[in-house]
């Protein structure tokens, strides 16, 4: 083990501009501009959409972006737990494909056993934060106990639930019975004090997010193993026990974005969910999350979630860049916050 | 051959700190300069700049009495100063030839000249007194040799002046022997050194002359012979220091605390058995590689035991990591500071607590009570900290080690291993530390204390436990011991 740190200014290179301040308080100016980087981007990008388009600032767009960022939003915000950890999860997609296909096929064999349609959507909302809970124990058991790369195990089981899907639907999709939809779909376009649905569930589980990851032990712990998984587990942190419910917690929100998202369709074919994992993925780090873990904030999270939907919506209103190039804007906006963000750890 | 440097009113500002406040003296072609200061003094940052790491923010620089601007350490290599870095600079997945020759490699044509980087390095390699193979990969040396081969590395770099920080830190006493051989050659060569340490004994048996700095200020220079260690600890500290150590108490005889059996942690430690009492501070010597830190690594549940028994205030104990032996009352602070023991990045409240969070929330955290905690360990081990709101990775190597102690002590042990307690600690700071040991045992805990200076073994421990080779080689009483007696236990040549 390399000799102990005997001079402060050895620890420049960790910690840039923060190393020997024995003068000040708090942080510096640079810091609060990248931290609240994020919210001044969606905020410039809403003034660029309102003048190049009456359309956008409108309540009902307005409902529209947020509605279908729900989905991602929900997903980014257990991602952003697992990155903080150190992990990575690139199945979240595919995840996403297999419940709600499972979802579909329960839902239609016990709606004539039970006689009711919302006995049946309740057992069909279950079984999806049952599956997401059990995915996600199988990937934390996989890479804390079996000691694979989160990428590596994670990419299997990409693979794996597609096809399972895939394998399911025959190729072709899976669909909801007719009364069934129609009970359920509610969940999706019902809306509560003229807010749709999915995006009260959105901020739920962004609040409760922050709650956690803030104010919790739970929290605490995740960032200290992300930050340094051996000082972690020196400090009688149980590591693997964390790490798994990381990835738990992700699987869980999985199932919560997937029974919103099935109301929608009322199907599931194996396009469902196809490159979720990798606008959730952005979400987070364009929301400030450090791709190598220790520190990151659910707030930043759920703004670039709404960021990356904001840019996908502009182009839908405008002609300026064409709509085919929405995923080569993003993928601008994406490199841009990196660059805009490097040197910063 | 030999070379001149001298510094011309050197400023460092990072930020909106100043860290170098106008510095000047030069060093004289040919002799060995011991760079003195306590953590923070500069030290680091002066050589830094010397060898071309950090640029400087005011003043100049002379080599040979040219004013040179040094862009990179590759420009400061090329005019033959070279920096042996405190912390290792090798690439782990290299070989040891392919890290001395890192950045200039020999070519022959368009291809890489393996054969001849290996035979350089084996040259440089023996001239160091190194015996391994150049193909070894760095990754699989112990911590003496990586030190060795960094030396190899900048005598291939033919290096006329020399800097070395902290050298012999994590070295034994025969390779530390091994080391000053090599220096009294190098300056026999004409090689100008400059030879950083917190080990004055070191730099009174090896040094031409002293520069003393503290606070990024020059504060005196002069022929080390004339100079006794005590006026070189009061010149860094800029006041007397009194006692070390403090008066030893014995503590009243009570059953043992912790009473370990017969425990083997394979590849490490065999059949080590040991009681320790409450208030009693206990030693244990050792060279570099005797087993000492995975003897506890594996009390602990951080590596496997393959036998023993443990009994921690009278109850059979087998730990499975320390989450477990927390519990139990029984905390370790790891020699490895940056790698086990600290979150650099993390605040100095998050580094305090993440062992007690427990105590903080209920259920949310309670951020003010952690506030608390912090506040009153600051006041209680006498961390100094600009601002409490700082990562821990700002605070000096003294006061991030009082931090991590503290750390350890949050869930209020019974019984405290402390790893390398003072390992780059200044002066002051150690005199700290070694109060704040005493204070703990006063308090009727067992401490236990691993550390490679044996004039702290025999000034702070009641017993001292010496390990060689993985088996314990004796316990013996601290009154009246001396290094001498340590040392011949440790090498078996008692």
């Known amino acids: 083990m390399p000799p102990a740190l005997t001079d402060p200014m050895q620890d420049l290179a960790l910690s840039a501009d923060n190393a020997s301040t024995p003068k000040r308080g708090g942080k510096p100016l640079r810091q609060h501009l990248l931290d609240a980087g994020p919210i001044v981007g969606l905020v410039l990008l809403c003034i660029v959409g309102t003048v190049l388009n009456p359309d956008f600032a409108t309540w009902d767009n307005a409902m529209n972006v947020l509605t279908r960022t729900a989905f991602i939003g929900i997903i980014a915000v257990g991602m952003c737990f697992v990155i903080i950890s150190g992990g990575i999860d690139l199945s979240v997609g595919s995840m996403a494909a297999l419940i709600a296909g499972c979802m579909i096929m329960v839902m239609n064999w016990v709606a004539p056993l039970l006689g009711s349609p919302v006995a049946a959507v309740l057992v069909g909302m279950v079984i999806a934060l049952l599956l997401g809970a059990a995915f996600g124990l199988a990937h934390g058991v996989l890479i804390t106990k079996g000691r694979i790369e989160p990428f590596i195990v994670t990419l299997g089981t990409l693979g794996i639930f597609r096809a399972y899907l895939t394998y399911f639907s025959n190729g072709g999709a899976l669909t909801l019975d007719n009364e069934l939809a129609d009970t359920y779909g509610p969940v999706y376009y019902g809306a509560w004090l003229g807010i749709p649905i999915p995006i009260w569930v959105f901020l739920a589980v962004a609040v409760a997010g922050a709650g956690l990851l803030n104010r919790t032990r739970y929290g605490r712990y995740v960032q200290a193993i992300g930050s340094n998984e051996q000082v972690a587990r020196y400090a009688a942190v149980a590591v ?64 670039g979630a709404v960021l990356l939907s904001v840019i996908g919506n502009i182009l839908n209103l405008t002609s300026i860049i064409s709509v085919y190039l929405n995923a080569a804007v993003q993928g601008f906006v994406i490199i841009v916050v990196a660059f805009l963000q490097r040197g910063r750890r | 051959m030999s070379l001149s440097v001298r510094f011309n009113e050197v400023v460092k500002d990072f930020g909106p700190v100043r860290v170098l406040h106008g510095v000047s003296f030069d060093l004289a072609p040919g002799r060995m300069v011991g760079l003195l200061g306590e953590n923070g003094a500069g030290k680091s940052t002066l050589v830094k700049i010397l060898s071309g790491y950090e640029p400087l923010s005011g003043g100049s620089l002379e080599v040979d009495g040219v004013v040179r601007h040094f862009a990179s350490s590759r420009e400061a290599e090329e005019a033959g100063i070279v920096l042996i870095h405190q912390e290792f600079n090798l690439a782990d997945d290299l070989t040891v030839a392919q890290n001395i020759f890192l950045g200039r490699e020999l070519r022959r044509g368009w291809l890489l000249d393996e054969a001849g980087m290996r035979r350089a390095a084996r040259e440089v390699l023996q001239q160091v007194g190194l ?59 004409g090689v100008t050194i400059v030879y950083i340490s917190h080990k004055l004994d070191e730099v009174e ?41 403090p008066p030893r108490v014995t503590p009243p005889p009570a059953e043992p605390l912790l009473s370990v059996r017969h425990l083997t942690v394979p590849g490490w430690a065999r059949d080590v058995s040991f009681d320790l009492h409450p208030g009693e501070i206990l030693g244990f010597a050792g060279l570099v590689g005797a087993g000492r830190t995975e003897l506890f690594e594996g009390l602990l549940g951080l590596r496997p035991r393959s036998a023993g028994e443990v009994r921690l ?151 001292v436990v010496v390990m060689r080779a993985g088996a314990v080689q004796a316990t013996l009483n601290a009154d009246h011991l001396t290094e001498e007696e340590l040392i011949a236990h440790a090498t078996g040549t008692h």
């Not at chain 2, 000096?396 to 503290?406: D, E, I, R, T, V």
């Not at chain 2, 200044?426 to 005199?431: L, N, P, S, T």
């Open chain 1, 240 to 303: 693997d026990r964390i790490k798994i419910l990381t990835y738990v917690l992700l699987g869980i929100c999985v199932g919560v974005a997937t029974l919103l998202y099935v109301p929608r369709l009322g199907s599931a074919s194996p396009s469902t969910g196809l490159l979720w994992e990798l606008e959730a993925i952005a979400a987070v780090i364009v929301g400030g999350t450090a791709l190598k873990g220790g520190q990151g904030r659910i707030v930043g999270t759920v703004v």
């Open chain 2, 313 to 463: 205030a009278g109850r059979a104990v087998s730990f499975n990591n320390p989450r477990e032996a927390a519990h139990e009352g029984m905390t370790y602070l790891s020699e490895d500071r940056k790698g086990c023991g600290l979150h650099i990045r993390m605040s100095l409240q998050e580094n305090l607590t993440l062992m007690d969070l427990d105590r903080h929330a209920k259920p949310w955290l309670d951020l003010r009570s952690e506030r608390r905690a912090l506040e009153k360990a600051v006041a209680d081990f006498g961390i100094r900290a600009g601002s409490l709101d700082a990562p821990a990775g700002s605070l000096s190597g003294g006061n991030q080690q009082k931090l991590a102690m503290a750390k350890v002590l949050q869930p209020d042990p019974r019984v405290v291993v402390l790893d390398e307690p003072t390992r780059g600690v200044d002066v002051g700071a150690k005199r700290d530390i070694y109060f704040l040991v005493q204070r703990l045992a006063a308090e009727g805990r067992g401490v236990i204390v691993i550390s490679s200076e044996l004039m702290e073994l025999i000034g702070l421990c009641h017993r």
């Open chain 2, 131 to 189: 015996d391994i193979d150049p193909d070894t990969r760095a990754r699989d040396l112990i911590v003496a040799e990586k030190q060795l081969v960094e030396i190899a590395k900048a005598l291939s770099r033919k290096a006329r002046l020399l800097v070395m920080d902290e050298p012999t830190a994590t070295l034994t006493p025969s390779e530390t022997q091994r080391l000053f051989g090599l220096i009294a050659r190098l300056r026999s060569q």
């Open chain 2, 205 to 245: 048996r090896v040094t031409d002359e002293i520069v003393v700095m503290r606070d990024g200020r020059f504060v005196a220079r002069g022929p080390t012979a004339e100079h006794t260690r005590q006026q070189m600890a009061n010149l860094m500290v800029g006041r007397e220091l009194s006692d070390m150590f």
